[in-house]
């Protein structure tokens, strides 16, 4: 067992989607405010812009998340070759070896966070080929499963691979805030189905046996997970806005007024 496992990366993908569901949500509300204040009869200049990583509340904490993602998976990657050459196994060490290119690809992305001017959008591109290579690695760890373990894995690829197509599209359209949204709604999710995986997997219990070949107890499991974590997600979009503008309801209404002014 290494490091991290399935409960130590739905925990890392919890936070990290949250803290990208916060900070997103907060630059879009606060670009809201700004453009109803600077608006004067003409169209709004929509400050919202998406960056593939976010700094914290101070300018010494900029770094911050892209250090994590260089610490973490660095650690973790280390782990994979050590735990595989401990093992003295070929299929042991190729497993671990595999798990610990997908932790490399990451690396690369955090790299490309501290400094993302160094080169047009490859804060993105590293991402983005991260997150693919995560969907590489579960696709080609499906080989040898069970009926319920591969499906339950199948499911967790659907989720990464929807990441990445949100973070190409948020690539393309920096001003949208929805591709944002979709990133940072199917990390959280991807981290709460890590946990259920983890579930499913270490402690199946004899409930599971009865309902494997039909798969819908596993289908109505995420159902339930898609529907909390958007919930979630409207929940902390209200918070925030309501952090972000004291007044949120009287911001339509300046903004008709201001329509109505010669």
Not at 7 to 25: D, F, I, P, Q
Not at 58 to 76: T, Y
Request: net charge negative.
């Amino acid at each position: 067992m290494t490091c991290l496992g399935y409960a130590g990366r739905a925990t890392c993908l919890l936070l990290l989607g949250s803290w990208w569901t916060y900070r997103v949500l907060r630059r879009y509300f606060l670009g809201q405010a700004k453009d109803a204040e600077d608006f004067e009869g003409k169209a709004c200049q929509h400050n919202y812009r998406s960056t593939a990583s976010f700094g914290g509340s101070r300018r010494s904490w900029d770094h911050v998340e892209a250090l994590l993602k260089v610490l973490v998976p660095l650690f973790a990657m280390t782990d994979e070759f050590i735990s595989g050459w401990a093992e003295a196994s070929i299929h042991s060490g190729v497993e671990h070896a595999h798990h610990g290119m997908t932790y490399f690809f990451f690396l690369l992305s955090g790299l490309a966070d501290l400094n993302p001017t160094f080169l047009p959008d490859l804060d993105y591109v590293t991402l983005i080929l991260a997150t693919v290579m995560h969907a590489f690695s579960i696709f080609y760890d499906l080989h040898g499963r069970n009926s319920l373990d591969s499906e339950v894995h199948m499911i967790l690829l659907y989720v990464v691979l929807a990441c990445a197509v949100s973070t190409a599209l948020e690539m393309s359209y920096k001003n949208n805030v929805l591709p944002a949204l979709c990133r940072s709604y199917f990390t959280v999710l991807q981290g709460t189905w890590y946990y259920q995986v983890w579930r499913l997997t270490s402690h199946p219990g004899e409930e599971w046996e009865i309902y494997s070949p039909s798969q819908q107890l596993v289908s109505l499991l995420f159902t339930w997970h898609v529907a909390v974590v958007l919930l979630l997600l409207i929940v902390c979009a209200a918070f925030v806005r309501r952090m972000s503008d004291p007044e949120p309801f009287l911001l339509p209404l300046n903004i008709v007024q201001l329509r109505k002014m010669p």
